[in-house]
């Protein structure tokens, strides 16, 4: 039976109405399809008794708080943004191991949540979690593939109440409900970010520095695939973007040797994020990416594009 998004979004309103009462809500906001779908579910069902709030960690995209109110405010939806990347950053010094990463992320998030949850008078936190944050997330029978922030990345002790209205769903049923509430098209078929943002796209430990180079480099790989995209070049991505190895290589700067960074391209095809196969991207367009990224970003000396299908690996690299 095909999926009924118009029947969903009636059963969600009316789902999260009777879940949360007359309570008050915090609803976790990151700008992707998923909980900018979530949010307006919630608004829709809970109207002035809900607050959405984005954290800015730090780890998130070039001009992305600008670029999600902006969004937000299309979608008619208030959104607070609450500056967080010194918790962030701090928490995170000098952690190497992904699941560790990932679930101070996690616990980090639920404690700006639960401040701002104080503040609002607020007992129940609305996230836009999906079937795939929770399956790959392992538990039961379930085997770990990696942790989602939102899902293994929780604490023990929580002072809310979880409300997760698209749990059920996969990526593809979600864009489907964002069409039919009519969502902006850059909500709606915005590529996946993922929770814990450019923290799993920098391989080893975390920093400013780490950080402000795989933003740029993103915005350089999402530039020029939407442009080829648009131009008939490529077929577009499911999901594009760029990532940080731990290790520098030699290389050469004018006429003196250097040792930089080495930044990975990745770009998948999928349907759900279950699965993925590598995309094509011709090199003229890769070759394009590798000279504004060595050009553009100083410290990088060394561009790779990775031709991995998931499994056996994973869309993101931590």
Known sequence: MSFDAHSFIEKSILKIRQEIGSRKAIMAVSGGVDS??????????????????????????????????????????????????????????????????RKIIGEKFIRVFESEAKKWGASYLVQGTIAPDWIESGGGSRDRIKSHHNVGGLPEKMRMKLCEPLRDLYKHEVRIVARALKLPFDIAERQPFPGPGLAVRIVGEITPEKAAIVREACAIVEEELESAAHDGKIDMPWQYFAALLPTKTVGVRGDERSYQYTVVVRSVRSLDGMTANFSHISPEVLQKISTRITNEIRSVGRVLYDITNKPPATVELE
């Open 36 to 101: 900018s779908v979530a949010a307006v579910l919630a608004s829709r069902a809970l109207g002035g008794s809900i607050r959405c709030v984005f954290v800015d960690t730090g780890l998130m995209r070039k001009d992305e708080a600008a670029k999600v109110k902006a969004a937000m405010k299309k979608a008619k939806v208030s959104l607070a943004v609450v500056d967080a990347a010194r918790i962030f950053f701090s928490a995170l010094k000098g952690e190497e191991e992904p699941e560790s990463k």
